[in-house]
């Protein structure tokens, strides 16, 4: 499931959506599997009366790690060597997520090869709430 | 719970245990979470019979993840605008992660005060697993 250099051009995209009308389980499910607990993300009352939100929202870690799917669905799992990104938008319950990842250049390390990515995740407006550079190791 | 410029220095550190004893459990939420049910993370006869690993290994995501919430129990959550890095060795159950995060600088954009941090996660033999960066956002 890992892809070649061969298999890649520059410039090609690979689009998957993450999630259709996010659940706040989902959420409680990532706070139970980070350790992360902050109320923000799963108290309603703490979320809305205490800190002024609208509602709860994700951890951005979250939208990180399905935005991540993409990437190792894509390249294959432990294939992933660098990700990071910015954080531009909240994330809320009922939200419809879709990523896409460019490749922008296609490079070769000593005997290694490698795909510099680019990524984006927009929300079901076309905001985005996610963007980000990666980097996978391919088959030679 | 959020810091202000005058609550840092530059070279400050802070630093936590995330995880003892990783279970894979946890494991396994975080697949639940996050969609990721690639069986490398969670299927100990398809990692080692089949894939030739020596035992199922954590998601990456996972590991940025708990090394995250170092960042955003520090900082505060919604703090962080930025948060990247590399992943340098597997995570296997049974393992023990330690982060700590260091300002390497305070910086004012406009009106709004930053931190730029960097992360090391290692393990119970002192072996680095993940090393990133981020961008907080700070009370003026």
């Known amino acids: 499931m890992a892809l070649a ?12 959506a993450l999630v259709d009308d996010l659940k706040r389980t989902q959420i409680v499910q990532y706070a139970g599997a980070s350790g992360d607990y902050n109320p923000l993300h799963t108290d ?19 939208t ?16 992933l ?9 909240q ?7 879709t990523a896409t990842a460019t490749v922008d250049r296609i ?14 995740t927009t929300n079901q407006d076309g905001t985005e709430v996610f963007r980000g550079t990666a980097t996978a190791r391919l088959d030679a």
């Open 44 to 62: 309603e009352v703490f979320a809305t009366k205490v800190a002024g939100y609208p509602t709860v929202f994700a951890h951005g870690m979250l």
């Open 81 to 89: 060597t660098t990700f990071g990104g910015r954080f531009s938008s």
């Open 5 to 16: 250099a061969n298999d890649l051009t520059q410039g090609q995209q690979f689009s998957a």
């Open 91 to 97: 994330v809320f319950p009922g939200d419809d997520l």
């Open 64 to 79: 990180m790690g399905m935005t991540g799917r993409l990437l190792t669905d894509t390249f294959g799992d432990g294939r």
């Open 107 to 120: 490079r070769q390390e000593g005997d290694e090869w490698f795909a510099d990515v680019s990524v984006s």
